[in-house]
């Protein structure tokens, strides 16, 4: 079984600060791990993703995550914030075995705010 | 990049009535389809895996007389409330993969509905 938790439902922080956005998971088996922004009214778009190899993963609009293993996490981060990035922010796991992509565990969201 | 249509974006019926929703793939053959429903500040959860030509899997808790999906093309899949209830307003959203790995999965921009 497999279960993404997203500490904080809203998180604020100044434009130019720093953005964390803070994943932890369970799996039974190795796991894929992905971020995904959705903006009001919008579908999901894929920010990042993790699959295999390097565990600092580097993705769209300045954001990287880094897969720890020891620690069950998948953190999102952001040096400089922009006012662009307010959205909510998605955590998910899908089982790495063959034919099990796409079936996506999403965590419980977290909306970033943006103050100028 | 790949595109998936989703319409209507929003719908609004009448107790008793069934909503089609449809979700299209526009510049691939997507070999399954997902649909997903998001409560008000919650997450997404999974609803029903869709493989094109054969039935689809649901999850655990959703009843698949009240929630039909239909998978006939590699472009199309649908999914009809059938009997809508108030209960069954949510946010609807499909994403497609188009092979069996699992890093190509877009999303669709949701579908909105509103049972009076």
């Known amino acids: 079984a497999q279960s993404v938790t997203q500490l904080g439902s809203h998180v604020s922080v100044s434009e130019g600060a720093l953005v964390l956005l803070r994943c932890n998971y369970s799996?039974?088996?190795?796991?894929?791990l992905f971020w995904y922004v959705q903006y009001p009214n919008q579908g999901l778009q894929l920010l990042l993703k993790y699959t295999t190899g390097a565990t600092l993963v580097k993705g769209i609009n300045g954001f990287e995550a880094e897969f720890k293993k020891s620690e069950t996490s998948f953190h999102l981060t952001k040096p400089s914030a922009h006012m662009s990035d307010a959205a909510e922010y998605f955590c998910?796991?899908?089982?790495?075995?063959?034919?099990?992509?796409?079936?996506?565990?999403f965590g419980q969201g977290t909306e970033l705010s943006v103050k100028p | 990049g790949a595109v998936v249509s989703q319409h209507p974006s929003w719908v609004i019926c009448k107790s008793g009535t069934s909503v089609k929703i449809e979700c299209r793939s526009l510049?691939?053959?997507?070999?399954?389809m997902f649909w997903y429903r998001q409560f008000p500040k919650q997450s997404l959860m999974l609803m029903a895996t869709s493989n094109e030509g054969s039935k689809a899997t649901y999850e655990q808790g959703v009843e698949k007389d009240k929630f039909l999906i239909n998978h006939a093309s590699l472009t199309l899949s649908t999914l009809t409330v059938t009997s809508a209830h108030p209960e069954d307003s949510s946010f609807y959203i499909c994403?497609?993969?188009?092979?069996?790995?699992?890093?190509?999965?877009?999303f669709g921009s949701g579908t909105q509905l509103s049972v009076l």
């Open positions: 998910a796991v899908s089982p790495m075995i063959y034919n099990q992509g796409g079936k996506l565990i």
């Open positions: 994403s497609a993969r188009e092979d069996l790995r699992n890093e190509k999965l877009f």
């Open positions: 510049d691939f053959q997507a070999t399954t």
């Open positions: 799996s039974s088996v190795p796991p894929y």
